[in-house]
């Protein structure tokens, strides 16, 4: 190899200049604006140009000779592929064997999976037919059962007549002969209703086929029959009160989805017959027989009415685990009723014209609410009961803001005629609260009194002062209560500061340094309780008021401190306990000697040591404001939680 020119000190000459350096052309975020901006500063122009023109006939006699240099075995490379082709036909022949064999597997797969589709297809049409089928026969079936069983129901009567002739075998009376079998009939009515809740099922799944709609007349019909014969059978257990036939029929209605013709039979049967005797329809004979519109007598007379006849129906309706509680006969029957017949027999009693019949009544008429609501027996009751249509009527006919507007216009027609002794009260109230905000604000309360009221006579003096005397007995009884208050709210704001103490854990898990002094967070622990005794208002409390203060906020504060610190040392030393016991076992299997680790100080201790210096600093904050720590119960208990051994009975700060 041949030597290097050297300089005149025997160093190697290089090839390009310093500032040329040929590898920051090689670099992602090259500019070359920017380049040639840095050099054109200190290297001329010419000097760079040359510089780069040498650089790139460098470059292109290495292409070249990079080129040249494996050109030969370029050439030869064709003269030594001889029956490649051949070799790569060879090859190919068992891949495309491979290639046919698996299209033909493919196309047979392919068939077969079309095959097994159309299959499935083909079943699911089979057993969706299946299905349509069997739910025409099934409602073919229901309609024939239906019919079978209203045909037996005139052999059923349901009025009492045929059970009019005494047994005298038996001795039966004609009414529990009757009763039987009006039971039997409200039981087959309740069976002929599920019966038709089915077919109702069976209609709604397979509308618009002509099967079904060849059936609508049977249906239609059988529907007529059943309301007929349920709609006599349901007022001829009303007559009697049968619970039994009462509640199959209520099933009934509830099955076929019908419990408003219910509620409006027992309306008409047995609610509106009782409130007409009560409020007679005819308004002008009710006028002629010299009847009012005072609705508070009538409202006790019908909640007789309701106690005596209509409460055997909303107990059954009611009762649990029977399915009736769609039924609303409080809403739908009774109140319906009353509101109807009040708006034909009395209309007048819903105007607020006459003010004070209106109020009378209005209170009249939410007394009768509340007894109602007495028969709801939950909460989702009584909201179901005042969501109803006919109590919202109800409350709409009573206009309270027309009310309210017509008794304000005649109450201002009086108002001149009341305000003259009331003005020279309001005069006399305000000149007393006057001189109680200038005693506020002066401090001096006897001396500005007597200068107030010097000019006053004796008796207005006296007055005054037995006035003031008389309105400060219930405030001082109210202090200690007050007192309590302002304790619970500063220690509150303390408790803000306390939450920090259980920062120290984590600082001294992470350190192995000694604490030295006190955390920054205990200045705070004080500092609400210090910003009230040093403001404005603590001077109206006295030195009683003040030592009671302090010595209750200090107390309480002083408590949570320490269960904060018991806590956070207890949670150390078990946590370190544990660590020990996993140490010391980890020690023992490999062998190594544990006196190392017992001369190192534990976090434990770091911890108590640094709450020991700020419960030492809390101390001295308690000493500035004129409170003993060692008075203290709580505090003591703290000095025994965290102080060394050797301190344990004297507490020093």
């Not at 109230?429 to 005693?439: P, R, T, W």
């Not at 003096?461 to 500063?490: D, T, Y």
Request: proline share 4%.
């Amino acid at each position: 190899m041949a030597d290097l020119a050297t300089d005149l000190f025997g160093e190697p000459i290089e090839a390009h200049p310093p500032w040329f350096k040929p590898d920051a052309f090689l670099r992602a975020s090259f500019d070359p604006d920017a380049y040639v901006a840095e050099l054109r500063s200190y290297v001329p122009l010419e000097s760079l140009a040359a510089e780069l023109r040498a650089h790139l006939d460098a470059l292109r006699a290495e292409l070249v000779g990079l080129i040249n240099r494996d050109y030969a075995d370029f050439v030869g490379l064709s003269a030594r592929l001889k029956g490649v082709d051949a070799a790569a036909a060879r090859m190919r022949a068992p891949l495309a064997d491979l290639r046919d064999k698996v299209a033909a597997f493919r196309a047979g797969a392919s068939a077969a999976l079309a095959a097994l589709r159309a299959g499935l297809e083909q079943r699911a049409a089979a057993a969706a037919a299946r299905e349509l089928l069997e739910l025409l026969l099934d409602a073919f079936h229901v309609v024939s059962k239906v019919e079978k069983l209203i045909k037996e129901l005139p052999t059923a009567p349901s009025d009492l007549s045929n059970a009019e002739v005494p047994n005298s075998d038996t001795g039966t009376p004609n009414g529990v002969a009757g009763t039987g079998v009006s039971e039997t009939q409200s039981i087959l009515l309740e069976r002929i209703a599920s019966e038709m809740n089915r077919l109702k099922f069976y209609i709604s799944h397979a509308q618009n086929l002509p099967f079904i709609e060849n059936m609508e007349k049977r249906v239609q019909g059988a529907t007529k029959l059943l309301d007929g014969s349920l709609e006599r059978c349901f007022v001829d257990g009303l007559e009697h009160r049968d619970a039994k036939v009462i509640y199959n029929c209520l099933r009934a209605y509830a099955a076929i989805d019908n419990t408003s013709s219910a509620e409006e039979l027992f309306r008409t049967a047995v609610v509106s017959p009782l409130i007409q005797k009560i409020i007679p329809q005819n308004y002008a004979r009710a006028v002629a027989g010299a009847s009012s519109d005072e609705l508070e007598e009538d409202y006790q007379q019908i909640k007789e009415c309701v106690q005596k006849d209509c409460k055997f129906i909303l107990e059954i309706s009611s009762s649990e685990n029977s399915g009736l509680h769609v039924f609303d006969f409080l809403g739908n029957s009774i109140l319906k009723e009353v509101l109807s017949t009040i708006q034909k027999g009395k209309p007048g009693a819903f105007s607020p014209g006459k003010p004070k019949e209106f109020l009378r009544n209005y209170k009249a008429s939410l007394g009768f609410l509340d007894f109602l609501e007495g028969y709801c027996i939950s909460k989702s009751a009584v909201t179901k009961f005042r969501s109803e249509l006919a109590y919202t009527d109800f409350m709409r006919q009573w206009n309270v803001g027309v009310y309210f507007s017509l008794r304000s216009i005649a109450r201002g027609s009086f108002v001149f005629l009341i305000i003259t002794p009331l003005f020279i009260d309001l005069q006399i109230m305000h000149d007393v609260h006057a001189v109680i905000g200038e005693l506020s604000e002066s401090g001096s309360f006897i001396g500005h009194v007597n200068q107030l009221l010097g000019s006053c006579p004796i008796e207005v003096f006296n007055l005054v002062k037995q006035s003031i005397l008389q309105a400060v007995e219930p405030l001082k009884e109210r202090l200690p209560a007050i007192i309590n208050v302002m304790i619970g709210i500063i220690v509150k704001k303390s408790n803000e500061d306390l939450k920090h103490l259980k920062g120290i854990t984590a600082t001294y898990r992470m350190t192995s340094k000694l604490p030295v002094r006190h955390s920054p967070y205990v200045s705070g622990i004080l500092h609400p309780l210090k910003v009230f005794l040093e403001g404005d208002r603590i001077r109206y409390l006295s030195e009683d008021d003040k030592t009671k203060l302090c010595r209750g906020s200090t107390d309480k504060i002083t408590a949570i401190y320490y269960d904060l610190v018991s806590e956070v040392v207890t949670v150390a030393r078990k946590t370190e306990s544990s660590l020990q016991r996993l140490r010391q076992g980890a020690q023992r299997r490999v062998g190594a000697s544990t006196d190392a680790s017992d001369n190192i100080i534990s976090d434990t201790d770091k911890i108590c040591m640094q709450l020991f210096l700020d419960i030492q600093e809390y101390a001295r904050n308690l000493r500035a404001i004129g409170i003993d720590a060692r008075e203290i119960d709580s505090y003591r208990a703290l000095w025994q939680c965290v102080a060394p051994k050797d301190r344990q009975e004297n507490i020093q700060f």
